[in-house]
């Protein structure tokens, strides 16, 4: 494995060499990046691993990124980021677009490693991991509220994906939903990272279950100053589903979804459904 912060020292009977760089490898704040990357490189081959190329470039549907370093360890393949600046917003989303762009790319089952001469922000170390919250996140990384229902159909995607079910716009897969969310953000140690994608994408999959539910259907409309997002227009009603997304994934089961559209349905839709079709797992 790569040793990073001396978390982890090689094992018994490597040669003297290995032992001599157990510790962390050290970046030079505001060192030319450049330089800085073939150090890195040449630090790493001294740890026993083996460079396999300078300036990787990869491309997946999201886009092409170029990362520093691409090296293998015991039989693993890894990215290595090197950051000699001061972190700031804009260098903290490239960064964990990066990431999502690998992620979905045909190098998705790497290790990524990054290098910093400064401390790495927590999102950033958050979405360079491989936990089931960061890997579904990382899905909806460039997902916004903009398109609504192109929105929620992502959602449904990628959920669909992760969760090996059949999602659909019906309030019964609401449960679901929740319960699959609680469970991948609390098998994170700490307080997972929310995205403002996952919450884009929960808050217009609500919205589309409860807009399609509604008879006759409700209208998606631009945002209002009080809100989250898009809201749903159903008559003389008007809903917040992104700030109800955003409540629930902060707060938990205190802030339900499927009992925020439960009551919403009752009160929108006289001839709302006295039963839907329970969730279905995917035979693939």
Known sequence: MFWRGGQETPEDGVEE??????????????????ATILRVAGELEERGGTILELFKEIESPLGRVVMPIHFRQDDEDFFVEVATEPWDGRRSNEAVDRAAIVRSSDYAGAGL?????????PEVEFFFGRSPAALLQLDLARLTPDMPEVAAGLFREVGSDHWDVDLDYEPGYLPLVEELLIAVLEGDEGTPQLSDGLVAGLGCFLGETIRRNVTPPGAWRPPEEWGEGPVIEVGDFVLDPLGKAR????EGPSESLSFYAEYALQQFSAESENGVREPRRSQA
Not at 21 to 33: L, T
Not at 114 to 120: A, E, N, R
Not at 247 to 250: D, P
């Open 247 to 250: 409540a629930f994934l902060e």
């Open 17 to 34: 060499g290995r032992e001599e760089h157990a510790g962390p490898i050290r970046i030079e704040r505001d060192a030319p990046r450049p």
């Open 113 to 121: 490693e990054i290098l910093s001469g400064y401390p790495v922000p």
